[in-house]
């Protein structure tokens, strides 16, 4: 069964800096994607940035970039310039890319992050 | 754009009494999710539904049951429910199997 752990509970950073959120996870599977879901306080599921396993170059939405290793099974969210907004629970997640595999997604605990101003 | 709707957005039971929590996908998306996320938790995937067929289950307990009707909506019914059934349930939606699922804003769920 796949894990993902998230080795921070909680971070704060100062706005307009940059924070790295950590994500590892584990896998059998050579195909996968690997996602960033962002719960502000309104507890709403946001999609922030997205990774397929088979694609080499990491994915970069705007301020939000990820650092992908496959061999070491770790998928890392930058975000950059912070701000306020960004205040919020993020979960890193996976999914399988199995056809007629388990097509949930399995979430790490969260990481709680807090923009300072 | 249209987003999943799920209805109703809060509810309160009381402990033995039955809830159902409805879900209705984005238009075209074939595949309905069903997460709960306890307090303090992470969400916790429950069951799916692709083309009005179970596709995979989760840990869901024997007291509640799903279905996807022919419109593609889904509803989750709970029965003999227990406090700890008291949280926040997601339901997202995909266009076919293994594509991003974008979530509903979630049904509190609330037994006392």
């Known amino acids: 069964a796949q894990t993902v752990t998230q080795s921070q509970p909680e971070m704060s950073v100062q706005e307009a800096e940059t924070v790295t959120l950590s994500c590892t996870y584990d896998t059998s599977e050579n195909n996968y994607y690997l996602f960033w879901y962002k719960q502000p306080p309104s507890r709403q599921m946001i999609l922030v940035i997205r990774q397929e396993a088979y694609k080499q170059q990491n994915a970069t939405e705007n301020r939000f970039s990820v650092n992908f290793q496959k061999a070491a099974k770790s998928f890392s969210l930058k975000i950059s310039d912070s701000q306020l907004g960004d205040t919020a629970m993020y979960f890193c997640a996976f999914m399988t890319s199995i056809q007629g595999g388990s097509e949930k997604l399995v979430f790490g605990k969260g990481t709680k992050l807090t923009v300072n101003p | ?112």
Not at chain 2, 76 to 86: A, H, I, K, T, V
């Open chain 2, 1 to 112: 754009a249209a987003g999943v709707i799920q209805s109703p957005r809060h509810l309160i039971k009381e402990k033995r009494e039955t809830a159902t929590l409805k879900c209705y996908p984005i238009p075209r998306h074939d595949t309905v999710y069903w997460y709960q996320q306890g307090p303090g938790q992470d969400p916790q995937f429950l069951i799916s539904f692709y083309e009005k067929m179970q596709s995979d289950k989760g840990s869901i307990p024997d007291r509640f049951s799903a279905q996807q009707f022919s419109d593609y909506h889904s509803e989750l019914n709970m029965s003999s429910l227990e406090l700890g059934d008291s949280a926040l349930y997601f339901c997202a939606s995909s266009l076919g199997e293994l594509n991003e699922q974008f979530f509903g804003p979630g049904t509190r769920l609330t037994v006392l």
